[in-house]
């Protein structure tokens, strides 16, 4: 009930951003929810309480998302804070239970709804070695060659599945497939991102530009804001790979890359 009630208030506070009273009611429901889930899932996990763990997991996960304002110099890709980074990180908790719950989980009223989440032409288990089926332009910013494993490297898996996104309608109705690729991100390709390596950063961004398109009141502000940040991050980069494929998402967010306003005022002076 504390979740269901902070998550509420919550969406309120967007709406009516000086109302003290929510903010004050926010603060205290969201405590409640983050003492008793944590205490929850640490210590009684079963088939009876899976339900309202994957609920509340959801709307932690959804509040963690939400930043309030547009702000790309708050990303975490201009600090040193590796919780700057718990947006995304926290996301990875509804896997934590269903690896704990998978045998109870046709018993789930949530049953329904993940498996509807699942796209017959999308493979999110797609671990195959080596280069086919991928942008040969990102696999070669990933140093990705045939030889290559999810194993050995940890872009690979996040850009097969970043791969199978593509083709998807850019718009709200594509959300249920997207939203799969954060939950799925596993530790390497963290540390990748903590470490600010470009690589990671670039499949990062993609996401970020088709996260976009969604228009969703707790996310379009966090996906603009990241996807900003990381092409203002990398828009002095000297490899000119890195420059070429930060133009898509640099046009889902609607940032003007620096090497691309260069070459405006040249096409101005012509």
Request: include cysteine; proline fraction near 6%.
């Amino acid at each position: 009930m504390h979740a269901i009630i902070a998550s509420a208030t919550t969406h309120l506070c967007t709406l009516l951003p000086d109302n003290k009273a929510y903010r004050l009611a926010e603060a205290y429901h969201w405590q409640q929810t983050i003492n008793q889930y944590s205490t929850e899932v640490s210590t009684n996990i079963t088939r009876e309480n899976m339900d309202k763990l994957y609920s509340v997991c959801l709307m932690i996960s959804m509040h963690s998302f939400i930043q309030e304002t547009f702000n790309p110099h708050a990303s975490f890709v201009f600090t040193t804070d590796p919780t700057a980074l718990n947006w995304l990180r926290l996301q990875g908790g509804l896997r934590y239970l269903l690896a704990r719950t998978c045998r109870w989980l046709p018993q789930s009223m949530w049953w329904t709804v993940f498996m509807a989440s699942r796209d017959p032409s999308m493979d999110f288990e797609d671990k195959r070695p080596g280069r086919v089926g991928l942008d040969p332009d990102l696999a070669d910013l990933c140093g990705i060659t045939e030889a290559s494993t999810v194993e050995g490297n940890a872009c690979l898996w996040p850009l097969r599945m970043l791969m199978g996104l593509l083709p998807f309608e850019r718009g709200p109705a594509s959300f249920r497939v997207y939203n799969t690729w954060m939950g799925r991100l596993e530790g390497p390709f963290y540390e990748c991102l903590l470490r600010k390596e470009p690589p990671a950063l670039v499949l990062l961004a993609w996401w970020l530009g088709l996260m976009c398109y969604v228009e969703e009141w707790w996310v379009e502000m966090r996906v603009r804001s990241e996807c900003t940040a990381i092409c203002m991050f990398l828009e002095d980069s000297c490899d000119p790979l890195v420059l070429r494929l930060l133009e898509f998402p640099a046009s889902c967010c609607g940032y003007l890359l620096r090497h691309e306003q260069e070459r405006t005022r040249v096409l101005e002076l012509e």
